[in-house]
């Protein structure tokens, strides 16, 4: 499991050397209500492709090495563990220069489209974090069966915002 801490820590670690990075996944949904609602076992991160090399160094400097196996992989996105089984799910993000941002989905040309309104700051512990808005968070939680865990995070946002989803 991952707790706040580490999340901070990571986040800390890549501020440091001005990679920018937004938390999504359980984490983002999180950092938007301002506390954390449940236990995390990973920790999803959306990046600027162009910054991949600086974060890469930045991770495998605290630790962290890429797992190879990690399905699906790459160019869709790649995950980093350090030997506390703390996992990093991240997502590499092409801006335009309108703000918006494209994440490969596969390697068929198919992409994940992150509007310029996607990025928005939450607060996990009191600290500022980048992350995903309530509307994209809804949004990628469509077109598939959800687990429990994604059921307690449309909750969470349904309570927090009065926003619709659809499960």
Request: net charge negative; glycine share 8%.
């Amino acid at each position: 499991m991952m707790d706040a801490s580490v999340l901070l820590r990571v986040l800390t670690l890549l501020r440091d050397v001005r990679c920018e990075v937004w938390v999504a996944g359980g984490w983002g949904i999180d950092a938007l209500i301002g506390k954390v609602t449940r236990e995390h076992r990973d920790l999803d991160l959306l990046h600027r492709v162009e910054q991949e090399p600086l974060l890469i160094e930045t991770l495998e400097a605290a630790g962290f090495a890429e797992q190879p196996d990690a399905s699906p992989g790459r160019p869709v996105r790649f995950v980093m563990m350090d030997q506390h089984g703390h996992e990093l799910d991240l997502h590499p993000l092409r801006f335009e220069a309108d703000g918006s941002a494209v994440q490969q989905a596969d390697d068929h040309g198919g992409v994940f489209v992150y509007p310029a309104d996607a990025f928005t700051t939450g607060l996990i512990e009191s600290a500022a974090v980048g992350c995903l808005s309530a509307a994209q968070q809804v949004a990628f939680h469509q077109g598939y069966e959800p687990s429990d865990r994604d059921r307690h995070d449309m909750a969470q946002l349904r309570e927090a915002f009065g926003i619709a989803t659809h499960f």
